[in-house]
């Protein structure tokens, strides 16, 4: 039997962008996952900014721009961050006390593959693999290529939060595409009987000219080479 909890912590505050307002609202989140897994995310305004990297040991900003009143305050949130650690055992152990026959929510994602730009042979593109509303976080993403897998070009981005609770994320594949070849991506989580799989394959293009307007084109082909023909003789002398 497994738990998961999710825990905010109570712990607010501002920081300014620049010598003026606006102000920023921040706070953090935490996850508690067993086996030992503990997400920690830092908000600003709402939004998911920057989050722990306990691998890396730092706090991890995920925004394009960065403001300058920030970089003390990433400093100091690492530590919160590892304080987060010891709190997620105690929580944890507190849920299983007070309901040991709880079973953990699962909620199984959907998924979606598509383009970033208009598929064309032989120009470079970018698959993405969506997988959405599922909890907990966790989740593998596996791509192939006719069946080969392939790692080369795949890029796994950070998980986001939903507002039912949930979460999603995307997992990218930077490729060629070409006619014949398949992709496939594939998604694995505890919530699922059995792995997800999306396949997208280059879409062979019809042709935009109509078969009327090919009969008229060759019609009217076949008429010129006609009159060409009769003048050339009509004007031909006899020997």
Not at 11 to 28: E, K, M
Not at 159 to 174: A, C, E, K, M, V
């Amino acid at each position: 039997m497994t738990l998961s909890a999710a825990v905010l912590i109570i712990f607010t505050g501002a920081v300014c962008s620049s010598a003026a307002p606006p102000l920023h609202d921040f706070h953090y989140i935490y996850g508690c996952y067993e086996p030992d897994e503990v997400w920690v995310d830092v908000l600003v305004d709402g939004d998911v900014a920057a989050y722990a990297d306990f691998n890396k040991e730092e706090v991890v900003w995920m925004m394009p721009h960065q403001p300058k009143s920030v970089k003390d305050f990433l400093n100091k949130s690492y530590e919160i961050a590892k304080a987060a650690l010891g709190h997620c055992h105690s929580v944890l152990g507190i849920a299983k006390r007070a309901d040991p026959g709880a079973p953990m929510r699962q909620d199984a994602p959907g998924t979606f593959i598509y383009t970033r730009y208009e598929e064309e042979e032989g120009v470079l593109n970018t698959l993405f693999c969506l997988a959405n509303h599922f909890y907990p976080p966790t989740i593998n993403f596996t791509w192939l290529r006719n069946e080969v897998p392939v790692t080369e070009g795949v890029l796994n981005l950070r998980y986001r939060h939903n507002n039912d609770g949930t979460f999603h994320r995307i997992s990218t594949l930077t490729f060629t595409p070409t006619e014949g070849d398949v992709y496939t991506c594939t998604v694995e989580h505890q919530a699922l009987s059995q792995p997800l799989t999306k396949s997208w394959e280059l879409r062979q293009r019809k042709s935009s000219v109509s078969p009327a307007v090919v009969f008229f084109c060759v019609s009217i082909v076949l008429c010129l080479m006609g009159i060409g023909a009769g003048a050339f003789f009509a004007t031909k002398q006899p020997e």
